[in-house]
T-cell receptor, first 114, second 114 residues
Framework: DGGITQSPKYLFRKEGQNVTLSCEQN?????MYWYRQDPGQGLRLIYYSQIVNDFQKGDIAEGYSVSREKKESFPLTVTSAQKNPTAFYLCASSRPAAPGSVLTFGAGCWITVL | KQEVTQIPAALSVPEGENLVLNCSFT??????LQWFRQDPGKGLTSLLL?????REQTSGRLNASLDKSSGRSTLYIAASQPGDSATYLC?????????????FGKGTRLHILP
């Protein structure tokens, strides 16, 4: 079945540590997204990428970095500069060539700071 | 700047009732509107996608309507069941460019009482 796989599901980050979240999709979607979800604040866009080797900052990109070397993969690194990383992180993908194509989500990853 | 609002933030209703969830958006120049369901600690599942040229979409007991001119969408759930308990989110693409950036509401937490 086609879908989006995020790993790990849970991650404990030590202060000053960089951690990387994996996101892989086999839907042949061109666009991929990373969202952060905090309780009561809805989803906020961190980074998005419409094509390979290109990505743009979202609303809360500070303290995060991404790469898009392959169409199927869009890893997110939470750097030591992100002082409050505790949240639920969601990866998504879509086919933007058809405006408003269905946005498909992964199962998410919880990050907790030790 | 597009803003998406969902009211109420939380709703509890007895099993078997029909109910309506509301979503409003400030800029009516949208390509489409999508409704999602999110169970606690899980990713988002797409329920319905309404294109800007459509007025409604139906899937089983769910019916979503779209009124672009008034900036509103409703999600109607018929004969509610305890399994419908979840958070429901609506989302619209950013209307003023084609980067497929998607704006989410904060969601309505629905609890169906057995």
């Amino acid at each position: 079945d086609g879908g989006i796989t995020q790993s790990p599901k849970y991650l404990f980050r030590k202060e000053g540590q960089n951690v990387t979240l994996s996101c892989e999709q086999n839907l042949n979607h061109d666009a991929m997204y990373w969202y952060r979800q905090d309780p009561g604040q809805g989803l906020r866009l961190i980074y998005y990428s419409q094509i390979v080797n290109d990505f743009q900052k979202g609303d809360i990109a500070e303290g995060y970095s991404v790469s898009r070397e392959k169409k199927e993969s869009f890893p997110l690194t939470v750097t030591s500069a992100q002082k409050n990383p505790t949240a639920f992180y969601l990866c998504a993908s879509s086919r933007p060539a058809a405006p408003g194509s269905v946005l498909t989500f992964g199962a998410g990853c919880w990050i907790t700071v030790l | 700047k597009q803003e998406v609002t969902q009211i109420p933030a939380a709703l509890s209703v007895p099993e078997g009732e029909n109910l309506v969830l509301n979503c409003s958006f400030t800029d009516s120049a949208i390509y489409n509107l999508q409704w999602f369901r999110q169970d606690p600690g899980k990713g988002l599942t797409s329920l319905l996608l309404i294109q800007s040229s459509q007025r409604e979409q139906t899937s089983g007991r769910l019916n979503a309507s779209l009124d672009k001119s008034s900036g509103r969408s409703t999600l109607y759930i018929a004969a509610s069941q305890p399994g419908d308990s979840a958070t429901y989110l609506c989302a619209v693409p950013h209307p003023r460019n084609r980067d497929d950036k998607i704006i989410f509401g904060k969601g309505t937490r629905l609890h169906i009482l057995p």
